[in-house]
Nanobody
Framework: QVQVAESGGGSVQAGDSLRLSCAASGDTFSRYSMGWFRQGPGKEREFVAG????????YYIDSVKGRFIVSRDSHKNTVYLQMNSLKSEDAAVYYC???????????????????WGQGTQVTVSS
């Protein structure tokens, strides 16, 4: 069973930065594309950013382009989400997810991901 755990959330001021980490178990981590999602109060979970299994082709939603950077270190089985210039609308619980299909592309739907972490809270005050 693959286990996924996020960390790095916290409370910051608008304009600050945070780096989220997502550690995954299993020695086949490098074969799977990863996604970061977020869910704000009363909102549906939405895709934020993803990175392909080979560490290439990062993809971002428009609202975070130029501010967020997704990366992965397959030696450490870890994916990162560097969040800069945070805004109040970025506040949410952030989740890391792993696609269940090896060598698959980045996907935008929650249904396309097989393994999820418990989430880490990001609070942004203005």
């Amino acid at each position: 069973q693959v286990q996924v755990a996020e960390s790095g959330g916290g409370s910051v001021q608008a304009g600050d930065s945070l780096r989220l980490s997502c550690a995954a178990s299993g020695d086949t981590f490098s074969r799977y594309s990863m996604g970061w999602f977020r869910q704000g109060p009363g909102k549906e979970r939405e895709f934020v950013a993803g990175i392909q299994w080979g560490g290439t082709n990062p993809y971002y939603i428009d609202s975070v382009k130029g501010r967020f950077i997704v990366s992965r270190d397959s030696h450490k089985n870890t994916v990162y989400l560097q969040m800069n210039s945070l805004k109040s609308e970025d506040a949410a619980v952030y989740y890391c997810a792993i696609r269940g299909v090896p060598f698959g592309s980045i996907a935008l739907r929650t249904d396309d991901y097989a393994y999820w972490g418990q989430g880490t809270q990001v609070t942004v005050s203005s």
